[in-house]
């Protein structure tokens, strides 16, 4: 009986799956079938996984400066959204509760209309077309949500746990270091995994503020990825390009599902 009374969810769960499922599978076998104007026109094979990678930096260059910006990208977000996040749940300070609105006020602000001004001020800086500029810009959308996400898990810890560990002699950076951060270790990896995906993804920041082909990163390459004869496009190398570009996001989630689901119900969970 309590099956027949699930049977909606198991429809409406199985159809949502199909949905999001069907363009990275119809992508897959576009990718390895025969396609007028592609390098796989007969038969099925991995012709076009070969043009993706002889195309003008190779695609080893690309992959290469992708997971520079991204592991930079996490890293800069980690950093600063932990102890963002640790000020703001475990201390007490005047206007605490006003700057983490201005924080989080930042989301209400389209970022395409700040890649300007950032664009003026990396070339400032010296940083305008480097992979660590645009790993900066990157960490700076993510950090109200990372910031946010942190709060929330601190504020989840137990306070008998921040107070037994300055009992037995830890500073507040110690506290947070050996305590506190193995217990928000959820809120930490779904922090990082947004900043990847983010980061991964991304095709406008690079678009705008990279200029040398040599550091594009793989989303932007891939889309330059057109024949030069009246621009048309190459459907099999960029169907395929596509599909690199999805693995390493579905491997990741795969991986890190369970702990991506307990940083969100860390909220939830307040002692």
């Known amino acids: 009986m309590l099956r027949f009374v699930r049977m909606p969810q198991y429809v409406l769960t199985g159809a949502l799956a199909l949905l999001f499922l069907f363009p990275l599978v119809w992508a897959s076998y576009a990718s390895v079938s025969p396609q007028p104007g592609t390098a796989q026109t007969s038969g099925f094979g991995f012709a ?5 990678a002889n195309y003008q930096a190779g695609i080893g260059q690309y992959l290469l400066n992708s997971t520079l910006v991204s592991a930079m990208t996490v ?20 206007g605490r509760n006003a700057l983490f609105l201005v924080t989080l006020a930042i989301l209400m602000v389209p970022y395409a209309t700040l890649l300007i001004p950032l664009y003026v001020l990396l070339n400032q800086l010296g940083l305008q077309n480097s992979l660590f500029g645009l790993a900066l810009v990157l960490t700076m959308f993510q950090l109200p949500f990372a910031v946010f996400m942190m709060r929330i898990s601190f504020e989840a810890i137990p306070k008998d746990l921040k107070e037994s560990a300055e009992v037995d002699g830890c500073g507040s950076f110690r506290a947070l270091t050996h ?18 995906l983010a980061a991964w993804n991304d095709f406008i920041t690079p678009l705008v503020l990279i200029s040398d082909s040599e550091k594009l990163p ?30 390493p996001c579905i491997v990741l989630f795969l991986a890190l599902q369970r702990h991506y689901v307990r940083g969100f119900m860390s909220g939830a969970l307040k002692g």
Do not use: H, S, W
């Not at 076009?48 to 993706?52: C, F, P």
């Not at 305590?179 to 990847?196: N, S």
């Open 218 to 247: 793989l989303p932007l390459a891939v889309a330059n990825m057109r024949q030069q004869v009246m621009g048309i496009v190459d459907y099999g190398a960029t169907e395929a390009g596509v599909v690199v570009l999805a693995l």
């Open 179 to 196: 305590i506190l951060m193995p217990a928000v270790k959820p809120g930490l990896i779904t922090v990082g995994l947004f900043a990847f």
């Open 48 to 52: 076009n996984y070969e043009t993706l």
């Open 75 to 94: 890293l800069f977000t980690l950093g600063v959204a932990t102890f963002g996040g640790y000020a703001f749940a475990m201390f007490r300070f005047p």
